[in-house]
């Protein structure tokens, strides 16, 4: 059972759209959430993360929209770009640094 | 540089053959893990550890050993690998001050 489910599994958009990528939890401990993404043959890496005490947090063309009430929190990547093809993973944590809960990852592809 | 080194990066082997994909840190990180990563599951939590002979299981944890002699190093160890243990892994260690996880490369696993 996936305590954290993401959806799309893969999504395209042209260049200077803007994606967008959802997850949703069940379970109100979870008190940290952060989004890594991927690229082909490298580890995921930290893009951005947010805490359940805000509702936006914003670093440059990436932005988490985060509904408590909803437990549902979403990436938007503004203004797309090829070099933004990648996988991302969002995941959850009870702020436990050993436990991320993942979900099944998205595949961008941004088309030129 | 601050990373995460695993290796092999790439293995082929046979059912029951005993295998050991090293991972070695220089960020004198308290906490490792390795995870699985599969098509459609994401991220699963193979096994952790919290500091040096502390380790748990995390969330798919059969067929596999670890141990933490020392900081730095956190070898997962398949005794008798199985075709469905096929997967592309990570490992990843946390520092105590944030709860960012900083990912190797990957190894990709293939049991014929």
């Known amino acids: 059972q996936q305590q954290v489910k993401q959806s799309p599994q893969s999504l395209i958009v042209q260049k200077g759209g803007i994606s967008i990528i959802n997850c949703a939890y069940e379970n109100t401990a979870f008190d940290y959430f952060p989004w890594y993404q991927q690229f082909p043959g490298k580890g995921p890496a930290l893009l951005i993360a947010?805490?359940?005490?805000?509702s936006e947090k914003k670093e440059g063309r990436f932005t988490i929209s985060f509904n408590k009430s909803a437990k549902q929190f979403s990436l938007h990547i503004m203004d797309s770009q090829p070099g933004d093809s990648a996988t991302y993973f969002c995941?959850?944590?009870?702020?436990?640094?050993?436990?991320?809960?993942f979900g099944s990852g998205t595949k961008l592809n941004v088309k030129p | 540089e601050a990373q995460v080194t695993q290796n092999p990066r790439y293995l082929i082997t046979v059912t029951g053959k005993k295998l050991t994909v090293t991972c070695s840190q220089n960020?004198?990180?308290?906490?490792m893990s390795w995870y699985r990563q599969d098509p459609g599951l994401g991220l699963r939590q193979i096994y952790y550890?919290?500091?040096?002979?502390?380790?748990d299981k995390g969330d798919v944890p059969e067929g596999y050993k670890v141990s933490r002699k020392e900081k730095r190093n956190f070898p997962l160890i398949l005794e008798s690998p199985s075709p469905n243990q096929t997967s592309l892994y990570f490992c990843?260690?946390?520092?105590?001050?944030?709860?960012?996880?900083?990912f190797g490369q990957g190894t990709r696993l293939t049991v014929v």
């Open positions: 947010i805490r359940p005490d805000v």
């Open positions: 960020m004198n990180h308290e906490y």
């Open positions: 550890s919290m500091n040096v002979e502390v380790t």
């Open positions: 990843a260690s946390v520092g105590s001050l944030r709860p960012e996880a900083f």
């Open positions: 995941a959850a944590s009870m702020d436990n640094f050993n436990k991320f809960y």
